[in-house]
């Protein structure tokens, strides 16, 4: 009996630290940087001035708000922004991207955020980071509704 509770007691401790970041993103981008690609697809993203604005960017600078981060744009062609999230130079990707992206199997994607006509949006993160990814989904799950009304407000006539 003592046996099975030290094992039970292992396996709770063990598991008190996931989901996990290997590379450590959310612990760097809380207080720190968040470093967001992002390129033109309206109402979602736009770069006016060069300084982006839309509906995700304004979701992305509540979130930062939310962890106390400082947001760092990087505005290029949506292949080159998803190609330098693999390789952990970026935190996320935003670009009026749908669930249906070819980019499915190469990045992670966040659980639909909004779903309109059929097309399910979405953000990208780097695979494996699953605590940022957890966090990042839960402030837009809550913040589903301030999407809908934004882009109400932007696309009714």
């Known amino acids: 009996m003592l046996r099975v509770v030290l094992i039970a007691g292992m396996v709770l401790i063990a598991g008190c630290d996931m989901p996990r970041d290997p590379e450590g993103t959310f ?14 697809h309206e109402p979602w993203t736009r770069w006016e001035g060069g300084r982006p604005s839309g509906i995700e960017v304004e979701l ?13 744009w990087t505005h290029d062609a949506e292949g080159r922004l998803l190609e330098t999230l693999q390789g952990g130079s970026l935190d996320v ?4 991207i749908k669930d249906s992206t070819p980019w499915s199997s190469e990045v992670a994607l966040t659980q639909p955020y909004l779903e309109l ?5 979405v953000m990208a993160v780097q695979q ?15 913040h589903r509704g301030q999407a809908l ?3 109400r407000q932007e696309w009714t006539p």
């Open 60 to 72: 992305l600078e509540s979130f930062a708000q939310h962890l106390g981060a400082q947001i760092d």
């Open 128 to 142: 494996g980071e699953n605590r940022w990814l957890l966090e990042l989904d839960r402030f837009l799950q809550s």
């Open 149 to 151: 009304e934004r882009y």
């Open 27 to 40: 612990r760097r981008v809380q207080g720190g940087t968040l470093r967001v690609g992002v390129t033109e």
């Open 93 to 96: 990707v935003i670009a009026g």
């Open 117 to 121: 006509q059929g097309d399910r949006y």
